[in-house]
């Protein structure tokens, strides 16, 4: 499944700030069982505007790495609502096939 949330940047402050912060949750974040990875996009047409993917098994194991508190994470997210507001966009069921151009994996 995929867990799916856009990022407004505040004025005043970077993608970059960010950037920083989120690569250090989703270094925690991706110790949990079932995590399978985490991405990070900017909007073409505002620079202010980002789209964070993380891939897990299942939305069982999501869900029990929310249920375990982690004071590091937490931090790390307290750190960066200065300078973002984070909406969730949800989660979504995996494509139930994907069709890549050959020598892609």
């Known amino acids: 499944m995929l867990y799916i949330f856009e990022?407004?940047?505040?004025p005043g402050h970077t993608a970059e700030d960010y950037a920083e912060a989120w690569v250090r949750a989703s270094k925690l974040i991706?110790?949990?069982p079932g995590?399978?990875?985490?991405?990070?996009h900017r909007k073409l047409d505002d620079l202010k505007v980002l789209i964070a993917i993380?891939?897990?098994?299942?939305?069982?194991?999501r869900d029990a790495m929310e249920q375990q508190?982690?004071?590091?994470v937490a931090a790390i997210i307290r750190s960066a609502a200065p300078f973002c507001d984070?909406?969730?966009?949800g989660e979504f069921a995996e494509a139930e096939w994907v069709v890549l151009p050959p020598g892609t994996d």
């Open 69 to 72: 508190h982690n004071p590091d």
């Open 54 to 61: 993380a891939e897990w098994n299942s939305k069982a194991e």
């Open 86 to 89: 984070i909406r969730p966009l």
């Open 35 to 40: 995590a399978r990875g985490t991405r990070l």
């Open 7 to 10: 990022v407004q940047i505040k």
């Open 30 to 32: 991706q110790q949990a």
